[in-house]
């Protein structure tokens, strides 16, 4: 399975690890070595780190806890075993990256490290300062969060090559369809 990195935040797109939570739910990483391998290709560690079936399921909890809290209103207070949660792994160590005297580097870390990332993410994308920017795609299934990062704030789609291409070839259908009907003006 290939794993998309769109969200402009390590913990956004660990939430969507689940796509299209509304209709199908489809689980992205739901063995202990998908969601290995899900690490690594996230750029969190460069090898797959040893997973398990307990901390597969711990991990799903966290994913499942930031979910919680990100949508949450806006104007309602986080729920305080929720954010209990997200620091307790917050506070963990953080994979570790070892420069080598032949200028290679390489991060390796376990999943409690792992977890430590998505869970720091996840903090820094409630900071008051990304919170005009903290988005969801409006694709028509689409539940994936994302950090707007345009210039003029305004992106809709998680990723222009999924949903946005989607959104686009649906409306130049229906531009098609709406013109069929209408007299040709020669």
């Known amino acids: 399975m290939t ?23 489809v689980e992205r990483v739901p063995t202990p070595e998908a969601l290995a391998r899900w690490f690594a290709d996230a750029g969190v ?18 994913r499942e806890t930031i979910w919680q809290l990100l949508t949450t209103d806006p104007g309602e207070p986080l729920d305080a075993d929720a954010v209990r949660q ?9 994979p570790v990256a070892v420069l080598a005297t032949d200028r290679a580097v390489t991060t390796t870390g376990d999943l409690s490290g792992c977890l430590a990332a998505v869970a720091r993410a996840a903090v820094d994308a409630f900071r008051p300062e990304n919170a005009r920017h903290l988005k969801w795609c409006e694709g028509t299934d689409c539940t994936r969060p994302f950090l707007d990062a345009s210039r003029a704030s305004n992106r809709r789609w998680c990723g222009m090559a999924g949903c946005g291409d989607r959104a686009k070839a649906a409306a130049y259908r229906a531009r098609k369809r709406a013109g069929r009907g209408a007299p040709q003006v020669l």
Do not use: C, I, K, S
């Not at 935040?9 to 690890?17: G, K, M, Y």
């Not at 560690?45 to 966290?62: C, F, K």
């Open 86 to 94: 997200l620091q307790r792994h917050a506070a963990a160590p953080l």
């Open 3 to 25: 794993f998309e990195f769109v969200a402009g935040n390590l913990a956004l797109d660990f939430v969507a690890t689940v796509a299209e939570r509304r209709t199908t739910a």
């Open 45 to 62: 560690v460069d090898a797959p780190p040893p997973v398990d079936d307990t901390g597969h399921r711990e991990a799903l909890r966290l």
